[in-house]
């Protein structure tokens, strides 16, 4: 464990202050610090000090896909993006849908020392959506599972979501919804359904099929007394009915990804089959629906869904490549450049969006702390200055499915900070 004095940061984009972590933890703010010999110095002159990261929803591929990302690589991408916590998705190779599967995605995590993984246990046993998984025994072993899902896939069976979100209510865990509903977006749905959709020749993914699964399990959630999260929001109908089973006070809650606040369907024009992502981008007024909730609490968190593919996943035509793309890198300078520069949000709103908001909802306790002392030292430095160009080919993830290569954002990740110890610089970027 490293001890560091972290000198002229402003914290949360406010006072320059300094702030020294001892044995992991904030031991003391201010200027004027007694700091003992041997710690660590930086100078964060003209950087803003956050909360470390947290991501809902990462996929890791390992096991199973480790040509597309290890937990390893992941780790790095995470760390490089200014993450201290991310949660892993389920609908891995096997299936993490026992004790044991999660266990060992967390250990795999914990060797790499680079970010703290925790495993989200699949809702149905082999994603089939028929039979429950180890709800329980997922919780109760050394991964400590909270949150469940079916990623990829939507728990489409109203019975099997009401028994389990009956089962997680047990131990305040929370199911992690995939809202598609596979009768009205069919398997091969691959764009948003309209008139560009119709023009491409593609299969379309309506709007309908989102909100109509968000107000079912809004209405599950209420009859059940549990907790339901609605993975990436895409759609201005389904922020109306988060909004609505809110205003209701059903425990709701509801993430968008930094893709989904900037791009849209027009991408898909060129069939580059790097903007295929499920759900898919949707039009413009959709996009604009998603910032205006993420700015008033509608929408709480920010996710990654960080989808890593294998150029041989990724290189066929449209309708048959792989979906997803990469986000772990990225996604503080999209969403800085497309919330905070915009005056929609200041550095407080985007780190309770990125931080804060997304550990309460997974309940990991040592990640998302305001700064104060005695908080554990997750934390990322800022250089909301830094001008920076993506380059695809310099990822620390396995894979190249970047949508954002060659586009060009202000704000960039300095340096993250786990448990007080370094684990990503820029000047490693170099």
Sequence with gaps: ????????????????????????????????????????SIDADGLALLPGFVDLHTHLREPGREDAETIATGAAAAAFGGFTAVLAMANTNPVTDTAEAAERVLDLGRATGLVDVQPIGAVTKGLAGEELAELALMHRSR??????????????????????????????GVVSQHSQDPDLAGSSACCHEGELSGRLGLPGWPAVAESSIIARDAQLAQHTGSRVHVAHVTTAEGVEVV??????????????????????QDLVSGY????????????????????????????????????????????????????????????????????????????AGLADRMSTAPARIAGLSDHGRALEVGAPANLVLIDTEANQTVDAEASHSQSRNNPWHGMSFTGAVHTTILRGRVTATLQEHA
């Design 272 to 347: 580059d089959p790097t903007f295929k992502v499920n759900p898919p981008l949707r039009p413009s007024e959709d996009v604009e629906a998603l910032r205006a909730a993420l700015v008033d609490g509608t929408i709480d968190a920010v996710a990654t869904d960080h989808a890593p593919h294998a150029r041989h996943d990724k290189e066929h035509a449209f309708v048959d490549a792989a979906f997803g793309m990469l986000g772990l890198e990225t996604a503080f300078a999209v969403v800085h450049d497309t919330m905070v520069l915009s005056g929609a949000l200041d550095l």
């Design 143 to 172: 991964a400590n599972v909270r949150v469940f899902s079916d990623d990829g896939r939507c728990v489409h069976d109203a019975r099997v979501m009401r028994r389990a979100l009956e089962y997680v209510r047990a131990f305040g």
């Design 1 to 40: 464990m490293t001890n560091l004095h972290i000198t002229g940061a402003t914290l949360l984009g406010g006072e320059a202050n300094d702030v020294l972590v001892l044995e992991g933890q904030i031991a003391a703010i201010g200027g004027g610090l007694d700091v003992p010999q041997g710690v660590e």
């Design 243 to 264: 909004r609505w089973a809110k205003a209701r006070g059903i425990d709701l809650t509801a993430e968008v990804t930094p893709h989904h606040l900037l791009l849209t």
